[in-house]
Structure formats: structure tokens, C-alpha cells
């Protein structure tokens, strides 16, 4: 029996969906499912390494370099951290991110960031300095993923697209489906509320707001309908990640909206009280246009509740026929799928597919699949 000492590579992790990832990947591994993996040693700064789960074979592993901000963690990456896998024996690496560049090996890296290869959004990035870090970081990963013993891949689009464009397809890959969140379903569904057009129906939408999030579409979607003498409300939630859609959406929502009579934005909701959010509201939107595993989307569809959705990939892949489907650059296919959800007289057909669909995510088969896959890489490489 092989005695692997795994590092997982969580040095580029900052925001929450990440950190989701690396905890319930910890959460979930049992010994007994992998008997030779014997340590798993974690990289990543403090303030990560402090919130993850306890397990007896976990090992944290944090450096002056991964503390003190963006520029310190690259060198810790490009001059520093081979050096301290070789000091600490490790014998395969998980790249969580995607983006190890040194010269390590047998490693996995896994596909997070579609962003990375939808190049016709950068477009639309008109500040320099957010295109010269989506370059670097396509570059990073290009070198990753071509060296690479292994890559898993989150969605079938994202298996696809990228394979074909960094020319993959001999590469060793897994498609491995994050989980879904227990909090977020709702068993409650068949109490759905009966849609009663005489009175105010209210959507939500949460989403971080960068240009591929397409908010301001919604909100013009949603004030075009209210024209025409439907009550619609619709709620906002989610951080701005690029300063000048954040802006233009402000904008929207002055224009549209200068009494605040329709419109709610949220910037900021603590993610164990958006079921909270959901349960208040009717229905869902969702338009975002560049996406690998949306897990907005994911949580919606636990939900319970009618989804609107952008039919661009890879929505429809998890989604399926349980949605109501528009082009989110089209102001008026906006509309029509949300008079499409508005007058079906029997949403919970679909609402019942979704829910089935998410109980099948589950994290720890997540946690399983991923360690099994480096393992096999292992019988090869170790």
C-alpha cells in the first residue's frame, strides 16, 4: 500500500465559493475511503486555514509570504513553494484553482473560471488593468493545465470548450459536480403561491455584478412589463466585482426606478440567510452569461421556487427543462420568458424536476470522486 502525502494548493483563495470547495473536499474525507493517502497537507493563509473543518490526517500549512497580500502570494508561488513541497516529502499535488505554475509533479488542476477562455467579455472590460489580470491569469492556467498529470473539470461545457481550446483531449479528466447546500432546499414547494396577477409578484436575482451579470437587463425587462399594468417587484443581491458595472447599474435603477417603488438592491447578504431571501420571494431570475458550475443557480433550483433563466451554456446543462429560458442580451426574450413563467398554470412540474436534480449533488460525493481520481493518477505516477 502506497503512504501519499497529498497538498492541496488553496493559495488563491479568497472569496466564498472557493473556500465552500476546499471545506466540504475536507469535511467529507474518511480514511476508509482512501487508505493511501496517509497526510493531506493544506496551503493557504491563515485566515483560510482557520476555517476548515478538524480531521486527523489535515495538516495547515501557512507562510509569512500567503499573508500579506496579492503580490507576496505570487512570489511564494513562482519562487518559493516547490521548494517547501520538497521539503515536506509531498508526493502529488491538487492545484484547487487551477493556476500551479512551478515545476512540481504528478499534480491535478481544476477548472473554477470560464471567464478565463469567454474572451468576448473582455470586450466589454474596458479598464487595463482587469484585462492584463484575466491575461495573466489565462496564461497561468494555460501552463497548468498543459503540464498537468490531470484535470477535473466541474461541467461537461466546461470539459468541452476548454479541451478543444488548449487541446486537451489526450489529457487524463474527471467531470466532478460541486454538492449542493442542505440550507438552501425547500421541501415546501407544492405550497408554492398561486400566482394572482392582480397583485404584486416579486423576483429575486442574486449574482456578484460584473458585465457578463447582466442586471440591468433584468431591471429594464421588469419595468417594461410593469407598464403594461403588471405589479412586479424585483430584488437585487450581490457584491459589485467590477467597479464600472456597479455603476451602470446604479444608473439603471435611478432611471428606472427614481422612487424606489420596484426595485431593492442588496449588496451584501450573509450566505446562511439567503433562504430567508428565496422563501420571501415568488420567483427567480438568473441571467448571467458566463458561468462553469453556477452555483447561484444550483441554490436556486433547491429552492423551490420558478426560475427565469439565460439559456446561454452552462445554465441549460443543469437546468435542463426546468427552467424558463431567455437570450439575456435581449431586452424583449427577457420578457417573454417571464411571461412564460407568469402564465404557466402548473410551475411545480418543473420546480419538482429541479429539486430532484439537486439531491443527487452531494458533497460527498464530491469529496469521493476527486480523491479517488488522484489516487488512480497515483498508480501511474507515485
Not at 129 to 156: D, H, M, P, T, V
Not at 279 to 292: Q, R, V
Not at 302 to 317: F, Q, R, T, V, Y
Not at 321 to 345: C, P, Q, V
Request: proline fraction near 4%; aromatic fraction near 14%.
Amino acid at each position: 500500500m502506497k503512504n501519499i502525502i497529498l497538498a492541496i494548493d488553496s493559495t488563491s483563495i479568497v472569496n466564498t465559493g472557493g473556500f465552500t470547495h476546499l471545506y466540504h473536499l475536507i469535511e467529507n474525507f474518511k480514511k476508509e475511503n482512501h487508505p493511501e493517502i496517509k497526510k493531506i497537507l493544506i496551503y493557504s493563509s491563515i485566515n483560510v486555514l482557520d476555517r476548515l473543518p478538524v480531521n486527523d490526517i489535515i495538516i495547515r500549512r501557512s507562510n509569512f509570504f500567503l499573508n500579506r497580500g496579492k503580490f507576496f502570494r505570487l512570489v511564494f508561488k513562482l519562487f518559493i513553494f516547490d521548494f517547501v513541497l520538497k521539503n515536506d516529502k509531498v508526493n502529488f499535488l491538487l492545484s484547487l484553482t487551477g493556476d500551479y505554475v512551478g515545476n512540481f509533479k504528478p499534480y491535478v488542476g481544476i477548472s473554477q473560471n470560464m471567464l478565463l477562455y469567454e474572451r468576448q467579455f473582455w470586450t466589454e472590460i474596458k479598464v487595463l488593468k482587469e484585462k492584463i489580470k484575466l491575461w495573466i491569469n489565462y496564461r497561468s492556467q494555460k501552463k497548468c493545465f498543459k503540464s498537468a498529470n490531470g484535470i477535473i473539470f466541474i461541467s461537461r461545457y466546461a470539459q468541452n470548450h476548454i479541451s478543444k481550446e488548449l487541446n486537451l483531449k489526450s489529457k487524463p479528466n474527471r467531470i466532478i459536480h460541486h454538492g449542493s447546500s442542505p440550507i438552501f432546499f425547500n421541501f415546501n414547494y407544492k405550497k408554492l403561491k398561486k400566482k394572482n396577477l392582480s397583485n404584486s409578484f416579486n423576483f429575486i436575482y442574486v449574482s456578484t455584478i460584473h458585465v457578463y451579470k447582466n442586471q440591468w437587463n433584468v431591471i429594464e425587462a421588469i419595468w417594461n412589463l410593469r407598464q403594461s399594468g403588471l405589479e412586479l417587484t424585483l430584488t437585487l443581491i450581490g457584491p459589485v466585482i467590477f467597479a464600472p458595472s456597479g455603476r451602470k447599474l446604479l444608473k439603471k435603477i435611478k432611471e428606472k426606478d427614481p422612487d424606489n417603488q420596484f426595485i431593492t438592491y442588496i449588496p451584501e447578504v450573509p450566505y446562511e440567510k439567503l433562504p430567508n431571501y428565496y422563501s420571501e420571494h415568488d420567483a427567480i431570475i438568473y441571467a448571467s452569461t458566463c458561468e462553469n458550475m453556477p452555483n447561484i443557480l444550483i441554490e436556486s433550483m433547491a429552492s423551490g421556487l420558478p426560475i427565469a433563466c439565460s439559456n446561454k451554456m452552462p445554465m441549460p446543462e443543469f437546468l435542463g427543462s426546468g427552467g424558463y429560458y431567455f437570450d439575456a442580451n435581449s431586452i424583449d426574450s427577457i420578457i417573454r420568458a417571464i411571461k412564460e413563467l407568469l402564465n404557466d398554470k402548473n410551475p411545480i412540474i418543473k420546480i419538482q424536476q429541479n429539486i430532484e436534480f439537486i439531491k443527487k449533488l452531494k458533497w460527498e460525493e464530491t469529496s469521493i470522486k476527486t480523491f479517488n481520481f488522484i489516487e488512480d493518477l497515483t498508480k501511474t505516477y507515485v
